[in-house]
């Protein structure tokens, strides 16, 4: 049921912010929601149409904060569109009183197959041989060289929630040896606990990146993490670019100290540093582990499903706070 005047001028409980896809933009103004693409948009609206939302769809990387709350007077929900949720001020949400909700689960096997699938390219050259195939250089003749094996390998997981136990179980099929850290010790099939990020990345031979994002893990994976990992390690980071300290990564790379990286994520996307593009030990991607048709419709049915739910006085299907 419409719960205002959909992309109109009237007032609207319903604010959807951000980009959306047509189709996903289509059903939230389907719902009544009025829509804005950034936050110069919202605070553009007269204070009658920012008096009137109640719940804010989320889709966006700006930070999201108290004066941004503060806009909206009325507002009870931010529905983030993501598992991941550190552009909201969680405590400034508290103190106003406003829920918070995201979109865990349904993403977590696209971004763990894309984990995997740049540990194997970066193992296997992948990028390097569709080139080598492509330019001519194999019917001429010339060699490809070697790559490096994956299988047996020993694998950290730095941040075994949902996402980073789905790439242990992917790699554990592999055979690999899986080694992870965690806030606390958890149950698992045998894989095996460190109590820091040094002491993970010095164990294993390749380090899958799975942490939160947000201000407590900030470059977590440290120019320390990164030495200790060494010369023939790799680097994989599907979390956010922040958790990596990137200066200290390019440096590793380029002399040599690191083997190679896989990096779906970066500081300043989409504004990647140029460092990356002239290293051939690296895998680089849009930030697109969750970019499949599948998931980012279930992901936008997730997001309606916690506005609707709100604004019915039921329960939320999830919850941040």
Request: overall charge neutral; some cysteine; charged content about 20%.
């Amino acid at each position: 049921m419409a719960r205002g005047v959909p992309g109109g001028a009237g007032v609207s409980a319903i604010l959807g912010l951000g980009r959306y896809p047509e189709a996903e933009r289509a059903a939230l103004e389907a719902l009544g929601a009025r829509m804005v693409a950034d936050l110069d948009a919202l605070r553009g609206l007269d204070a009658a149409a920012r008096a009137g939302v109640r719940a804010l769809a989320f889709r966006g990387h700006a930070p999201f904060g108290a004066a941004e709350m503060a806009l909206l007077p009325r507002l009870g929900l931010i529905a983030n569109y993501g598992v991941g949720y550190d552009a909201i001020d969680i405590a400034a949400a508290d103190a106003a009183g406003i829920r918070v909700s995201n979109t865990p689960d349904v993403l977590t096997d696209d971004v763990a197959d894309l984990a995997v699938g740049m540990l194997l390219m970066q193992q296997r050259r992948m990028l390097a041989g569709d080139a080598h195939v492509r330019t001519g250089r194999w019917a001429a003749g010339q060699g490809f060289g070697l790559s490096r094996k994956l299988s047996g390998r020993r694998v950290g997981i730095l941040g075994l929630g949902r996402i980073g136990r789905a790439v242990a179980e992917r790699l554990a099929a592999f055979n690999c040896e899986i080694h992870y850290f965690s806030r606390s010790e958890k149950p698992t099939p045998g894989w095996r606990y460190h109590a820091d990020a040094v002491e993970l990345a010095a164990a294993v031979d390749h380090l899958v990146v799975t942490l939160v994002g947000g201000p407590a893990t900030e470059g977590a994976v440290s120019a320390r993490v990164i030495a200790a990992l060494g010369s023939e390690g790799v680097l994989i980071n599907v979390s956010r670019g922040a958790v990596v300290d990137e200066d200290a990564l390019l440096d590793a790379l380029e002399a040599g100290r690191l083997g190679g990286a896989g990096l779906d994520v970066f500081w300043d996307e989409p504004r990647v540093n140029p460092r990356f593009a002239a290293l051939e030990q690296v895998v680089l991607q849009p930030h697109q582990g969750s970019a499949t048709r599948e998931t980012r419709a279930a992901m936008a049915r997730l997001q309606r499903d916690n506005i609707e739910a709100f604004l019915e006085g039921r329960p939320l299907p999830t919850t941040v706070n």
